[in-house]
């Protein structure tokens, strides 16, 4: 059976303050949590948040990562350097990162990569944008972006992978998808999945992650493909993000 997995995403949101007063918030409502709960957190409050969850629940995830082991890459972070922190999961391929650095499936298959070799989960994120859904490409875009990483690792690789659909017009704009919708698209990743093997397919975790908050996450949580959420600005405020938690 898949576990539930709630994944906050701070995106370029903290300071030491709001770290330190965020994660006490979340920690004091984990007792009747049963999810799994990752936050991820921007690279320099890495080390602070890394010290605030030693011994606890909480998982330690990145936001990004470069695919080079090391070397003259100025302003970029490795597998090896997040690893060193204690995270467990790193995002890669958001929508993001995708359409504001050019970041294109074929670098998200290696970041992908990277990640499962430093053994680093990767909260892989798939989605289309508006236009493409109104021009009835959803299913090819996910397809496009899905098989990039399968075809340079295989589909064993999805035995380490989270996989987060995004629709790309539901971030940030207060618009989600409908639960119809979502799991649309999420059977369709899983079915995808399960032409290459019915038992990844099975175990693969898939999140949703366009705008999902405390008001929504019951009903999206409760379609039969949705595993979870990666969840953006409910991640944010403790009782938002813990009421989101709860739900698994």
Known sequence: ????????????????ETVNTLILGILAG???VKSEVVVCAPFPYLSQVE??????????????????????????????????FGAQYVIVGHSERRSLYGENSTLVAEKVKAALD???TPLF???ETLE???AGATEAVVSEQINAVIDLLGIDAFLGIVVAY?????????????????????????????????????????LYGGSMNAGNANELIACEDIDGGLIG?????AEDFLQICRVG
């Open 132 to 134: 493409q859904r109104e």
């Open 51 to 84: 010290a605030l969850i030693t011994h606890s629940q909480l998982k330690l995830g990145a936001q990004s990562l470069n695919i080079n082991a090391d070397g003259a890459f100025t302003g970029e972070v490795s597998a090896e350097m997040i690893k060193d």
């Open 118 to 120: 430093n053994d680093l």
């Open 30 to 32: 984990m007792d009747d």
């Open 233 to 237: 600005g409910a991640s944010l405020k």
């Open 125 to 127: 994120c798939v989605g």
């Open 166 to 206: 995004e629709p790309v017009w539901a971030i940030g704009t207060g618009v989600t998808a409908t639960p119809e919708q979502a799991q649309g698209v999420h059977a369709f990743i899983r079915q995808l999945l399960a032409g290459y093997d019915d038992g990844i397919a099975d175990m693969t975790a898939i």
């Open 1 to 16: 059976m898949r576990k539930t997995i709630v994944a906050g995403n701070w995106k370029m949101n903290a300071s030491k």
